[in-house]
């Protein structure tokens, strides 16, 4: 893969990553990125969806967690209803 190449920032912000690059790191229109900014670096990583795996994976530890916890359907539904109170008053 070729590491340098150039471009330019265009008037509505954008940037066009070059087509090897882009090809080499397997990049498709509509991917998503995180943006970080230092000095006068812009850094740009590519975020990837998580796996269904990994979903079910978290899904299971937190019901592992709420039944050691003793949790209800109720309490949960307590504390969404105190959450978005408090969001609603920021």
Do not use: W, Y
């Amino acid at each position: 893969m070729k590491k340098l190449s150039t471009t330019k920032l265009s008037s509505k912000g954008q940037v066009v990553i070059p087509e090897d690059i882009r090809k080499a790191l397997n990049l498709e229109s509509g991917d998503q990125f995180v943006v970080i900014a230092t000095d006068n670096v812009v850094i740009l990583k590519s975020i990837e969806p998580p796996r269904l795996e990994e979903f079910s994976s978290l899904l299971d530890d937190a019901h592992e967690k709420a039944k050691e916890a003793r949790l209800t359907k109720d309490d949960l539904n307590q504390a969404i209803k105190h959450s978005r109170k408090k969001k609603r008053k920021q």
